[in-house]
């Protein structure tokens, strides 16, 4: 009697925990019909506790409704054991394998997330979503390895305790922030069960008079009331606020709306609702104006998008619906939100849809016509393996403040800056005789097609830098009195790193012959080597770079040989560079040729002397000179004395319409 008892009792105990489950579980229906996940999740958590392993397909549906709830609430370690529940129970829907490895994406474990989105493209091979994912998997360690120069940081001053996002610059001289948080000071008195924290209002936080950032103050009256008012933006002039609302009814879902509010000098009215809409079951969320004041964006999830969350737009006053969806270029069938402009243009959005790093990844989109757009993710450290979004710039500078909920255990959001240093790139010259030494007297133009146009003077070793703009083309003409004109041209890389471009301007003289650098000719003979084209081809563009001036070419043999066959010989040898210099667009009337034999023996520079420590500045090549040393260095010598130069003749070509 005693067992018969005791069976009894435990089975009176199983029935009330079922039925205290099943009653658990219609609540938590109740809830999450409501958009209550908070309290869905504690009614399914208890639910899910008092079922008996032996139901499987319950504990897995269940198991799949607390996951659903902590997606909802981004408490990303609850969700990702939830789904591990609901696959170990063998919940139905594939659906759970992509939501899964979503999570397990979140949270690091790429390994196991492959696999779960590949399981979930097993089951529906066109899961966009699942696709996508699969690619984040492979994109964020490249992203993770080859970060993005943005410097982030969480913010001191904005964040409370709980949760605080969607900062917007609120005044022209950008000295006033608007956010969004569920802090204590909130107007509420009552926990929101959708996000079980209050119920959000805006703050303002200004700079005082030395620039530095006061405490936060909650608007008082205006748009904030005791519901969920929040994620802002502005008119271009500063002068209407555009958030969205959500009122709150224990009975029905209500969507969120968005309404407006105007400033009377510093106090902002009441809000009421932008557009009356026939239809109220679509939500209408996170209002953007454009900076030309036209258009005002904003999220739907209205009929004709492409599935989840979509950014339309709509001209300002305007109706939302019948409003003008951006495309398949943004859209996915995951979410796009929180839409914000940059004033140059470009709009900023969040999206879990487009391959990224975690939950919502912020993505840059420039628009190349009316309804394409160029889609940029924004990389690491800007976006994380967390939710970051509502990103918000200071004018025309890079840098300002986003929302994220990283290193957030609770999956809260918090205000971190961003700031993305200062790119330099720098041009050092350096500008000398050619064959000599630094010229301290010279003078750099420096031209772009940005409009730049600059004179530069040298440092006394010949050198100058200047810093310039990455993308643009320049022009630099290296000049100083008594030497030719040395042009460069280049283009400034777009590259977001640090460059240095290191340019040579070696300026030939005027006033004494010039070596003109590596030509050669077969032994015995006039004919010039293919060696020779790259310094001839510099001669060439240094004679158009200087249109007014005539030269001569003077070729120079050593000692040995005849004295008339090393005339014929050279005087050929100076005519076939001519020939050259003719065949590539020069005026032979600008060119002589002139053969020196071994008449002409060189004589030592300075620069000549500091190579060969053997010989002397001021000495002359001569064959006396030459006899008179080690056979090795007599080689030096008559290598020396073979060489063929150029000397300007006049600089007055053309320049008064004669010859």
């Known amino acids: 009697m005693r067992h018969t008892a005791a069976y009894l009792c435990i089975a009176a105990l199983l029935l009330l925990c079922g039925c205290g489950a099943e009653i658990s579980l219609r609540r938590g229906d109740q809830s999450y019909a409501l958009g209550e996940y908070q309290d869905a999740a504690a009614k399914y958590k208890k639910a899910y506790a008092g079922i008996s392993s032996k139901e499987k397909e319950l504990r897995g549906s269940t198991a799949f409704k607390l996951g659903e709830c902590y997606r909802h609430i981004n408490y990303v370690p609850r969700a990702l054991a939830a789904y591990q529940n609901a696959v170990r129970y063998k919940y139905q829907d594939s659906v759970v394998y992509r939501h899964l490895a979503d999570m397990q994406r979140y949270s690091g474990k790429l390994k196991d997330a492959e696999k779960n989105y590949k399981i979930a493209l097993d089951h529906d091979p066109d899961d966009i979503l699942a696709q996508n994912g699969l690619e984040s998997c492979r994109l964020i360690q490249d992203w993770k390895d080859n970060p993005t120069r943005y410097t982030v940081k969480k913010d001191n001053i904005m ?57 936060p103050e909650r608007i008082e ?183 994220s909920n990283r290193n957030d ?56 830098t200047q810093r310039i703009t990455p993308g643009v083309s320049y022009l630099l003409l290296g000049t100083a009195k008594g030497f030719m004109n040395y042009k460069q041209e280049m283009t400034a890389d777009s590259t977001d790193q640090d460059r240095e471009y290191v340019l040579q301007f070696p300026l030939s003289s005027i006033s004494k012959p010039v070596m003109i650098d590596n030509i050669f000719f077969d032994f015995g003979r006039a004919t010039l080597s293919p060696e020779s084209a790259q310094s ?45 210099l003719i065949g590539q667009g020069i005026d032979k009337k600008r060119l002589t040729a002139r053969g020196y034999g071994e008449s002409a023996p060189k004589s030592v ?40 130069e150029f000397r300007v003749i006049r600089t007055t070509y053309g320049l008064f319409g004669g010859n």
């Open 409 to 464: 255990g609770r999956g809260r959001d918090h205000i971190w800056s961003f700031e993305l240093p200062e790119t330099v790139h720098n041009i050092t010259g350096w500008v000398y005789e050619k064959d000599g030494y630094e010229l301290p007297d010279a003078l750099v133009y420096l031209i772009g097609n940005d409009g730049t146009n600059m004179k530069l003077n040298v440092r006394e070793d010949g050198s100058f």
């Open 536 to 580: 001839l081809n510099e001669l060439v563009q240094l004679l158009k770079d200087n249109a007014g001036v005539t030269i001569e070419i003077g070729a120079h043999c050593d000692y040995k040989g005849d004295d008339d066959y090393n005339k014929r010989l050279s005087q050929q040898r100076a005519e076939s560079v001519v020939e050259y």
């Open 605 to 644: 520079s300075k620069k000549v002397a500091e190579q060969y420590d053997f010989l002397e500045e001021g000495t002359v090549l001569t064959e006396e000179f030459i006899l008179t040393l080690p056979e090795p260095q007599q080689d030096i010598c008559n290598q020396l004395n073979r060489r063929t």
């Open 221 to 403: 009256g205006g748009p904030n009331t005791e519901f969920e008012d929040g994620s802002c933006s502005f008119s271009p002039d500063f002068s209407t606020m555009y958030y969205t609302y959500c009122s709150s009814d224990p009975q029905i879902p209500r969507p969120a709306t968005i309404y407006e509010s105007g400033r009377s000098n510093a106090s902002w009215g009441a809000g009421h609702a932008y557009s009356s809409a026939s239809d109220t079951i679509y939500n209408y969320a996170h209002p953007a104006a454009s900076p030309d004041g036209k258009w005002l964006y904003f999220v739907s999830d209205m009929d004709g998008g492409y599935g989840g969350l979509d950014i339309w737009r709509v001209p300002v006053g305007g109706r939302l619906i019948g409003a003008e969806n951006l495309g398949p270029d943004i859209n996915t069938p995951g979410n796009e939100m929180f839409p914000t402009f940059r004033r140059n243009g470009e709009l900023y959005f969040s999206s879990n849809g487009h391959p990224g790093m975690g939950g919502l990844d912020i993505f840059r989109a420039v628009s190349t016509s009316d309804s394409t757009w160029t889609i940029t993710n924004m990389g690491s450290p800007v976006n994380s393996s967390s939710d970051d979004f509502g990103m918000t710039f200071e004018g025309d500078l890079t840098r300002g403040f986003f929302s």
């Open 159 to 215: 964040n409370g305790r709980y949760a605080d996002w969607s900062p917007v610059y609120a005044s022209p001289d950008y000295d006033q922030i608007v956010f969004t948080s569920c802090r204590n000071e909130c107007a509420g008195d009552d926990v929101n069960p959708i996000t079980g924290m209050k119920s959000c209002d805006f703050f303002v936080i200004r700079k005082d008079e030395k620039g530095k950032w006061q405490k």
